[in-house]
């Protein structure tokens, strides 16, 4: 790691040594009011300058997944007419600026070394570590979102509805304002499409869910519970997790399907999902016992669009007739074959 980030820590330590009024050792932090602005645009200098020394390093590119995400969150806006897309902080800032969203994953670190807690080395090892980890995790997720809304902006939608429950705990349609994959009307278990879209390239309706890909085992539980759960907790979907993609035909706007009910037992299955995998889960027997689970679960009628996120040179292998790998990368057209796989 470059020398620079600890050039600014060093401004950090001597701007923290020339105010007294700043107290912090490994069991407090004080900083006065008139001294945090100042302190904090320090601390954030030498965040910065670490994920500065680390970025080539980094097994992703960052700012290729920002530029084409931020491009189809634009277009998908524009189209459905909403006000925004919403989705957990940590992704939205890695997103949208990778290398301040980089940088939050280095604040407890480095708070633990201006606390005393940890040393210059340790520091440097943990941080290292912890940006690979963390950027490979908000890339996978970042590309999910992206391949989502480019699947959507595909399909070409001339109107969209939210999905909300009526005092029945019926799916109906409401005005959608903003979308965000993930969020739904809360309920302990019944588990429902996050919005519809009419497409004008099919001249059809669809129900849209990004359903967490773990979740998907616990849509059809062994055994029916003895009492249906009362606490209005609802599912954890919006969460940073990996997601699938659900489309579902419907006739209209007024007829969506409960995907699951977990108390029932009850199961809609979609036309088509779409799951996102690297080129060497591909090849990792375990990984695709996982993508078999989920569509032997859910039983889609046009199978599956199996979403290869960074293919290598080589062929992908068959995998069964249902599951149909597809190397996209950030291709958009290569999604078509998700499209027209619904015509």
Not at 16 to 24: F, K, L, M, R
Not at 93 to 106: D, I, M, Q, T, Y
Not at 123 to 131: G, I, M
Request: aromatic share 8%; hydrophobic share 40%.
């Amino acid at each position: 790691m470059i020398n620079d980030w600890k050039q600014e820590y060093e401004s950090l330590r001597q701007f923290i040594e020339e105010n007294p009024g700043i107290v912090i050792s490994t069991t407090e932090i004080s900083i006065p009011g008139e001294l945090r602005g100042e302190f904090y645009q320090r601390f954030d200098n030498v965040r910065s300058a670490v994920v500065g020394a680390n970025l080539s390093e980094l097994p992703i590119d960052a700012d290729e997944l920002s530029r084409c995400y931020v491009q189809v969150e634009r277009e998908v806006i524009q189209l459905l007419g909403i006000e925004r897309i919403v989705m957990p902080v940590d992704l939205s800032s890695f997103l949208h600026e990778p290398r301040k969203g980089l940088a939050r994953v280095l604040y407890t670190p480095l708070f633990d070394l201006v606390q005393g807690k940890t040393t210059t080395e340790a520091f440097e090892t943990r941080a290292t570590q912890d940006l690979k980890g963390s950027a490979v995790e908000l890339f996978r997720l970042g590309y999910e979102w992206w391949a989502g809304l480019v699947v959507i902006k595909l399909l070409e939608p001339d109107q969209a509805f939210m999905v909300d429950l009526d005092a029945d705990d019926k799916p109906c349609p409401a005005e959608l304002k903003e979308i965000s994959f993930g969020r739904q009307a809360h309920h302990p278990t019944i588990r429902i499409p996050e919005f519809l879209i009419h497409s004008r390239k099919l001249d059809r309706f669809l129900a849209v869910k990004m359903s967490i890909a773990r979740e998907i085992e616990t849509y059809s539980p062994q055994f029916k519970p003895p009492v249906r759960p009362r606490k209005r907790t609802g599912d954890t979907s919006f969460a940073l997790d990996s997601r699938v993609m659900l489309l579902s035909f419907i006739p209209s706007p007024d007829e969506i399907p409960i995907i699951a009910d977990t108390y029932d037992r009850n199961l809609t299955s979609p036309d088509l999902m779409v799951e996102f995998i690297t080129g060497n889960e591909i090849a990792d027997p375990g990984v695709m016992d996982e993508v078999k689970l989920h569509v032997s679960l859910l039983n889609p009628s046009q199978g599956m669009c199996l979403v290869v996120m960074n293919p290598g040179p080589e062929e992908l292998p068959e995998i069964e007739e249902n599951i149909r790998p597809v190397a996209v990368g950030f291709d958009e057209s290569k999604l078509q074959s998700a499209i027209e796989s619904l015509v």
